[in-house]
């Protein structure tokens, strides 16, 4: 759902996605690396539960010339909603729709072997090169060739570009601790990505684009932009962690704010029983709260007793046990009106909670809090323009 218009559905619970705070967060992203570096708003996983389609309009409006999904099918859904330009996706795996992804002109990482045989018979399918992307481990130990197996695979796909089934657009990597500062691991990473580009272009490798960077690392690591950048978690507004510092210190605001209606209003005894298990009894006779959002809908189970929410401007927490499609706050005497919002998260300035303080309550990431928001909660895009 998009736009402003109110529904049944939208008014029981929302998540509203500010798209002009996630245009800044895009030009805010773009000043910080320079005008020589380009960036990849990175939009996997329905754009980090934010709205795929919307989200990734919004990102190139503000200067995002590059695209980046985990599986070729959602960059396929990217060409399908009418979406232009270089999109880029890294997770494949055997009998996945290479050709298809050549006809959409997509930009496919190749991290093996078996990968540049299915891509390259692919291209003879189609009768048309492929544009691919070499992935290097350089000590993230998932995805990528390892250095050992990288003159191997850059002598295969140089032979393929020769033959003209491929043509190698880029060189790349990922880092694992860069949001954790000072990480022995990330100058590491960056010795062995230079050594592993080097080689590849001694070879003749001439890529377009080098990149390594993920938001932690365009946000601290200066040194690691390249030519291009991936900025995920920052683009919606978050910062990657804690320790890095805040969103406000980075200049950034979050897009998302989730809130539901409460859904009933009623006086119980001290001493009642609030959701499963009764571990919350009520310390005297008060007023609870009932919020149609459960762990069906993203709301992490693992903040029973402790989720902080927004009701009628004061600062609640969550009475008991998450259930799957409800919780209780207790409201301490208070009697909202049926229909008030109750606000889970969103930027913060406003009294609400925000989405990092559920991932404390959760002992979890922000990222998990903003991705896992289910389906059943429609997303009203703000600020979206329409061509």
Request: charged share 20%; aromatic share 6%.
């Amino acid at each position: 759902m998009t736009g402003t218009t109110q529904t049944s559905a939208s008014l029981r619970a929302r998540a509203e996605v500010d798209l002009d705070a996630l245009r800044g967060n895009v030009r805010a992203l773009r000043a910080r690396v320079g005008p020589d570096t380009a960036l990849m708003g990175v939009v996997k996983s329905d754009a980090y539960g934010h709205g795929m389609l919307p989200v990734a309009r919004a990102a190139q409006e503000a200067g995002a010339t590059w695209l980046g999904t985990a599986t070729p099918h959602e960059a396929l859904a990217l060409r399908a909603g009418g979406i232009r330009g270089r999109v880029m996706c890294w997770l494949w795996t055997p009998g996945d729709p290479w050709r298809e992804g050549i006809e959409a002109d997509l930009d496919m990482s190749v991290s093996a072997m078996w990968a540049l045989r299915e891509v390259t018979a692919a291209a003879r399918e189609a009768g048309r090169p492929a544009r691919i992307q070499l992935k290097a481990d350089t000590g993230l130990g998932r995805n990528g060739c390892q250095p050992a197996d990288w003159p191997a695979l850059v002598t295969a796909a140089l032979a393929a570009q020769a033959a003209g089934e491929v043509r190698v657009t880029g060189l790349w990597s990922h880092f694992a601790c860069a949001d954790e500062p000072g990480h022995p691991s990330i100058t590491a990473q960056l010795d062995v990505f230079h050594q592993m580009v080097a080689y590849a272009e001694k070879e003749g490798v001439e890529p377009e684009v080098r990149h390594i960077a993920n938001s932690a690392a365009t946000l601290t690591v200066p040194e690691s932009s390249f030519d291009l950048v991936r900025t995920g978690i920052a683009m919606y507004g978050f910062s990657p962690s804690p320790e890095l510092g805040t969103s406000r210190d980075f200049g950034l605001r979050p897009a998302m704010t989730l809130s539901a209606s409460v859904a009933l209003v009623k006086q119980v005894p001290e001493g009642h029983g609030v959701s499963y298990g009764h571990h919350y009894l009520t310390p005297r006779e008060t007023t609870l709260g009932l919020v149609p959002l459960g762990y069906a809908d993203g709301i992490p189970r693992h903040a029973s007793g402790r989720g902080p929410v927004l009701v009628g401007g004061v600062r609640r927490r969550v009475a008991g046990r998450v259930a799957m499609d409800q919780f209780v706050v207790d409201l301490e005497g208070d009697t909202p009106e049926p229909g008030a919002r109750a606000v889970l998260f969103g930027p913060g300035d406003r009294g609400e909670p925000t989405a990092d303080d559920w991932a404390e309550a959760a002992g979890t990431i922000v990222y998990e809090i903003v991705t896992r928001i289910g389906s059943r909660v429609p997303r009203v895009h703000l600020h979206e323009r329409f061509a």
